[in-house]
């Protein structure tokens, strides 16, 4: 997540409705995507460069979603390579600029908001970036029906919403059975980087991966370190001025 305007600072781990029920830690994730999706469908109005970002280059630059249908990375970007996928890239500033610090990795972003989706468009044209797609899709239901096990070597999740209420912690991406799915994309040593400005939301993940079979922490009861390539951005800035601690975790699946 990056700099963007505070309706899309938190889109990656929200409900269709309100009245959503709470899975229980051992549903299957297709009960699961009944009650959480990894955004909520929020009125966005997209700029004029936005628009026309959207409509000239998505079908150049976005990878379609079809039920059911295995993505293979080696198709979609023509080539082998580590395969990396974050979930809400809200803008999609900070996605590109990891991209371009991290040339030999495939990197799929999966938003829903268009004016993001036409934001990173503009960014990997700008930028000449060939080493990153866009699914303009719901994350959850193409995790379960098209990504295979043992696929993918690493997942962002950056700075989703913490939905602080108690009654609103249902709705967090960061929850069982959703990482018992992740887990199993995961390629052997694959990894699942997380990061939030939200203490609650960092101890409520950080349970929630130590219980997820298959998944390590690299940093044993404690916060990982930031990776030297990802960017610190402007809504980062303005949690640290706020007084919120930046916290991150990395899993890895031995």
Not at 164 to 178: A, D, S, T, V, Y
Not at 195 to 203: F, R
Not at 223 to 230: I, L, S
Request: aromatic share 12%; charged share 25%.
């Amino acid at each position: 997540m990056d700099d963007e305007p505070d309706t899309l600072n938190r889109n990656s781990a929200e409900t269709v409705g309100p009245d959503s029920p709470a899975p229980a830690p051992r549903e299957s994730v297709t009960a699961l995507r009944r009650g959480i999706r990894s955004y909520a469908l929020r009125a966005g109005r997209m700029t004029e460069f936005q628009r026309t970002s959207f409509e000239t280059l998505a079908a150049r630059w976005c990878v379609p979603f079809r039920s059911g249908e295995p993505f293979v990375p080696e198709t979609a970007f023509g080539r082998t390579a580590p395969f990396v996928v974050e979930i809400g890239f809200g803008m999609g500033v900070a996605t590109a600029e990891i991209a371009a610090a991290l040339p030999a990795t495939n990197f799929l972003g999966i938003e829903v908001h268009t004016p993001g989706v036409g934001k990173l468009l503009s960014e990997i044209e700008n930028r000449s970036l060939r080493n990153l797609r866009i699914l303009h899709h719901d994350a959850v239901e193409f995790l379960e029906d098209c990504v295979r096990p043992g696929s993918v070597s690493g997942f962002h999740v950056f700075f989703p919403d913490p939905w602080p209420k108690k009654r609103h912690h249902k709705r967090r991406l960061i929850q069982r059975p959703l990482t018992d799915l992740l887990a199993s994309r995961l390629v052997p040593w694959g990894y699942l980087y997380f990061v939030t400005d939200w203490e609650e939301y960092a101890l409520w993940a950080r349970d929630a991966l130590d219980s997820t079979p298959g998944l390590t922490n690299r940093f044993p009861g404690g916060w990982a370190d930031r990776a030297p390539w990802r960017p610190v951005t402007k809504f980062e800035r303005r949690a640290l001025t706020e007084g919120r601690e930046i916290r991150e975790l990395w899993y890895v699946k031995p």
